[in-house]
């Protein structure tokens, strides 16, 4: 990293040979288990070396109950490298049923986490006419932009609402006015194409209580990609995947900013559609990944889908790897033949399922933890609300691929002081392949 430049690194080959992790950040989660206590923020000692390995160093627990946080992102990435006035200081919590959004101030003390702003629901119902926060990106304006599910009554809206980056307060909307999107989720922006594309879950009153079928054929559910101009803020196409791709979750470019291109996972069809740029400059998707569902008896439906419900991408665009949650494996796939993936790992039987992925920066490392939502985990792994979830991490081979668990690493929320806890998505302070997108 330059002296004088902003936060984060130059481009995503750089980032590759930045320092391993020694610390992460992880979201731990309360609601819907029989432990009255607000979700909190947990520090984990990742770093071999220390005697706190695999411990939990630091708790910072929200002034509320039944917040449901579940991802994070940052107040400053490396889309702000050019810009040496900016740090990355502040961690943002969306939360997905209360629909807060907490700012956390990882700066002072990074192994201390402490509370610096909460943004109240009633902003951003009164403000953005949304609700049921999800993905935060920081800008390269400095500004920050969270997206949603629904809106105030628990209806899908698919909008985004935008802090401004140093007070925190609501700034407004970032869709252009009466374009939001029928749903919303998740969302990655690639400035030099003009394009930002987001995905679509369900309805917050669908999925805030379980999962039930019925309501994917009532239409409560997701299967569409919208395509938005960057500078207009309009939403200008939509990609509807159809069966083949119900429920995309997680999207992610590829990281080399001139790339027009990058993969979505769908978890209800166990299926990766591939998106690209076409000559005619609209943009197309091709499934490139289908995991068959398996005949399971006493299953909710006649067949049990993977559930693919993250992926990531390597920093160098070279692997995409996936977990199949209900099918209780993860994979690795050499995408140098963007239409044609082959698969080069596979890690088998993890407890409790896969579920969020984070990978280390120069790509070995991978980080599992197994929690998913709350409502769905107390459905699908009724043991999991009992036992907490856990941490995991993988050795990768970066050479010919291959994934196999290191067994000298675990981190058991099972054994938290308050009770069992779900922890769910894997921070680390200085950025990561999830967190930080390259302008």
């Known amino acids: 990293m330059m002296k004088g430049c902003g936060p984060g690194y130059r481009d ?26 607000p979700d909190y923020l947990a520090t984990v000692d990742v770093d071999p070396k220390s005697p706190n390995y695999c411990k939990v160093i630091h708790r910072l627990p929200m002034p509320n109950l039944r917040d449901e946080l579940h991802h994070s992102g940052w107040n400053a990435c490396s889309s702000c490298f050019g810009d040496a006035s900016k740090k990355r200081n502040r961690l943002i919590l969306p939360c997905l049923v209360s629909s807060r959004v907490y700012v956390v101030d990882v700066g002072t003390d990074p192994r201390a986490p402490r509370m610096h702003k909460i943004i109240e629901p009633t902003d951003l119902y009164w403000k953005c006419d949304l609700a049921h926060p999800h993905t935060s990106h920081c800008l390269g304006s400095g500004q920050i932009m969270i997206s949603t599910l629904g809106d105030p009554s628990g209806n899908g809206k698919g909008g985004f609402v935008l802090l401004d980056g140093e007070t925190f307060e609501v700034i407004g909307n970032w869709e252009a006015p009466g374009d939001s999107a029928p749903m919303g989720y998740d969302f990655w922006y690639q400035p030099r194409h003009n394009v930002m594309i987001s995905t ?39 990609i509807d995947l159809g069966e083949e791709g119900a429920i995309p979750l997680e999207i992610r470019f590829l990281h080399d900013p001139l790339a027009a291109e990058g993969y979505v996972g769908c978890a209800l069809s166990g299926s990766i559609f591939r998106f690209y740029k076409t000559p005619q400059d609209n943009w197309s998707a091709e499934k490139v990944i289908s995991v068959p569902s398996k005949k399971v008896e006493g299953w909710a439906l006649p067949d049990m889908p993977s559930l693919i419900t993250d992926i990531l991408i390597s920093l160098d665009d070279r692997f995409l790897y996936f977990s199949n949650w209900l099918h209780g494996d993860i994979r690795q796939y050499d995408i140098t033949d963007r239409r044609n993936p082959q698969m080069v790992g596979q890690g088998k039987k993890v407890q409790g399922g896969p579920q969020m992925l984070q990978l280390s920066l120069d790509g070995k490392r991978l980080y599992v933890t197994t929690s998913l939502y709350s409502a769905w985990d107390k459905q699908f ?31 058991d929320f099972g054994a938290e002081p308050e009770g069992p806890a779900l922890a769910h998505e894997v921070r680390y302070p200085g950025g990561d392949c999830t967190s930080d997108i390259w302008v």
């Open 200 to 238: 679509e879950w369900g309805a917050p009153k669908a999925l805030g209580n379980g999962f039930n079928p019925a309501d994917v054929k009532a239409g409560l559910y997701g299967k569409r990609l919208h395509v938005w101009d960057w500078t207009t803020h309009k939403r200008v196409q939509t």
């Open 12 to 37: 995503p080959l750089e980032a590759m040979k930045g320092p391993r992790e020694e610390i992460v950040y992880l979201p731990c989660i309360y609601r819907n288990t029989d432990i009255l206590k």
């Open 381 to 411: 792994y009724p043991d999991l609300i009992k036992e907490g979830s856990v941490m995991m991490q993988i050795d990768v081979d970066t050479a010919k691929g291959g994934l196999k668990l290191n067994e000298n690493f675990l981190v």
